[in-house]
């Protein structure tokens, strides 16, 4: 529009009456202008679109097939590879399956393994709870297979050698048979999906957990909100600085989760982000509450579908491959001469699934039908489902 304008004033003054008054000079720079302001601004070509070339999807099993079905370590330096939910372990070491002050429950699993500071820290922690806090001694759950990595079942995390999940059930005065580490469930400490039950929970409970929070090393420790909750209550005003490093997490209501920090110096392993400093038992645990009554309202408007004998539901998540990973763990896979090539996907993981599937503890308590509808205020409507990830 604005050139149109400066064409027609031009037009104007250069009406044949005056042209003669302008020098040659003028008079083609006129022409140019009006040329321009007379001719259609030109559309810049379309750009042609590159068109990105798809990655090819890295073939093979997925790396939880490779990985869970290796039954030793890697015969390397000890290492934590990576990150705690996309990583693996080398030179793994096994927490013997009985100590003095603890027990490791569910052995079929073979996820007794763990980076040596993991191992040194469990033993240590048996002890002075023992010592200190009445404790009797730890039944270990998971901590990871010999060379860590995503597992067939369960966990998202416990990759690198640096989590381990502790029973909330205390270790009997006797050697428990291999059967029984099978079969004896851990205990819920809940009541109902927001309340610990008083008479599961006690002082002692907290003592462990303040106990396994206090070593410089632990980075974090993932418990359910209603524990978090028991927690701030009987913490005491002095010193609660432990509780920074206890975090609400969905799920850990039969057990707690230990989590490491990165043993110093070691390239390639990668910490979370610190704790913040404070005790946790404010804002977060209220947002956290929140989030636990959406959940509930929302099960109970998507109830579980009956179980169907027929196949197993197909994912449209493309599984990691060993690819995926960081690229030391190709040699952590093949190390000690490990064909992973020889690993049958047809017959192996179906036979580890099966072993590693069954659950440590009982499922998570359901609201009864007039608790529901007092949360749901007496009127059932849906609501959106907040981010979880229940398995750590
Ligand atoms: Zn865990």
Not at 46 to 55: F, H, L, T, V, Y
Not at 93 to 103: E, R, S, T
Not at 269 to 277: E, I, L, M, S, T
Not at 312 to 321: G, H
Request: proline share 11%; net charge positive.
């Amino acid at each position: 529009m604005r050139r149109l304008m400066i064409g027609l004033m031009l037009l104007a003054f250069c009406s044949p009456a005056q042209a003669e008054q302008i020098s040659p000079v003028k008079a083609r720079g006129i022409a140019m202008a009006q040329a321009a302001a007379l001719t259609p601004p030109v559309k810049p070509a379309p750009k042609k679109k590159i068109k990105k070339k798809k990655k090819a999807a890295p073939k093979g099993p997925p790396a939880k097939e490779l990985l869970g079905s290796v039954a030793v370590p890697a015969p390397l330096a000890a290492r934590s590879i990576g990150a705690y939910s996309k990583g693996c372990l080398a030179g793994g070491v096994a927490l013997p399956i009985n100590g003095p002050d603890w027990q490791v429950m569910r052995l079929s699993r073979n996820r007794n393994w763990g980076h040596p500071r993991l191992i040194d820290y469990l033993e240590r922690l048996a002890s002075d709870a023992r010592a200190f806090d009445e404790w009797p001694g730890l039944l270990v759950g998971d901590l990871s297979q010999p060379r860590g990595g995503p597992m067939l079942t369960g966990h998202t995390s416990h990759q690198v050698g640096l989590d381990a999940d502790i029973w909330l059930t205390p270790m009997p005065d006797r050697i428990l048979t291999d059967q029984e580490r099978e079969d004896i469930s851990a205990v819920s400490m809940l009541k109902d999906p927001f309340t610990v039950d008083p008479e599961v929970w006690t002082p002692e409970r907290t003592k462990l957990i303040k106990r396994a929070a206090s070593y410089p090393q632990v980075h974090r420790i993932f418990v359910h909100p209603a524990i978090k909750k028991i927690l701030c209550q009987q913490a005491g005003a002095k010193n609660r600085r432990w509780l920074a490093k206890v975090r609400p997490w969905w799920n850990h209501y039969y057990h707690f989760h230990v989590r490491l920090s990165c043993p110093p110096g070691i390239a390639g392993c990668a910490n979370q982000k610190p704790v913040a400093g404070n005790d946790g038992c404010g804002t977060e645990l209220k947002n956290w509450y929140a989030m636990l009554r959406k959940s509930e309202i929302w099960k109970a408007n998507h109830p579980p579908a009956p179980a169907k004998p027929a196949k197993p539901a197909k994912s449209k998540k493309r599984l990691k491959r060993v690819a995926d990973l960081p690229k030391d763990c190709k040699t952590v896979l093949a190390s000690g001469g490990h064909d992973p090539s020889a690993t049958d996907p047809a017959t192996v993981p179906v036979a580890l699934r099966a072993v590693a599937s069954k659950d440590a503890g009982p499922p998570p308590p359901r609201l009864d039908a007039a608790a529901l509808l007092a949360l749901m205020g007496g009127k059932p409507r849906g609501m959106p489902l907040p981010d979880r990830n229940p398995t750590r």
